[in-house]
């Protein structure tokens, strides 16, 4: 990783919310199908927030790799459940304290075991 690619190297636009380890949250997502959006909700209790690159081979960014916003979050039955964050995702805090406005830790999956929660 070279040093535009850390988390002090994104300018504003690439920013986010950083959501406190501890925090209940509950995360409302929307999946798009044909003619409607079906919304899903996962409530549970922030473990960590991460921005990873994907392997995709179409993504044109930093690095020619998209990077991806990723919450991981357990929710009360123990399921530890990663959750891809983009713009049509809403996160509601229900409990603990209010999020920051900064960057994610970038992680790098080949090298960084503790990134992998299988």
């Known amino acids: 990783m070279n040093e535009s ?6 300018n504003d636009s690439q ?3 950083l959501y406190t380890p501890g925090t ?3 995360v409302t997502q929307q999946i798009a199908q044909r003619s409607h959006v079906y919304p899903i909700s996962v409530t549970g209790t922030v473990l ?3 921005r990873q690159e994907s392997g995709s081979w179409f993504a044109r960014n930093k690095g020619d790799h998209l990077w991806l916003d990723r919450l991981i979050i357990q929710k009360d039955d123990g399921e530890k459940v ?3 964050l983009d713009e049509y995702s809403a996160v509601k805090v229900l409990q603990g304290s209010q999020p920051t406005s900064g960057s994610a830790p970038l992680v790098t999956p080949n090298t960084d075991r503790s990134s992998s929660l299988t």
């Not at 690619?5 to 994104?10: F, I, V, W």
Request: aromatic share 0%; net charge positive.
């Open 82 to 84: 990663v959750l891809n």
């Open 48 to 50: 960590r927030q991460e």
């Open 5 to 10: 690619q850390t988390s002090a190297g994104l």
């Open 15 to 17: 920013k986010t919310l």
């Open 24 to 26: 209940r949250v509950e």
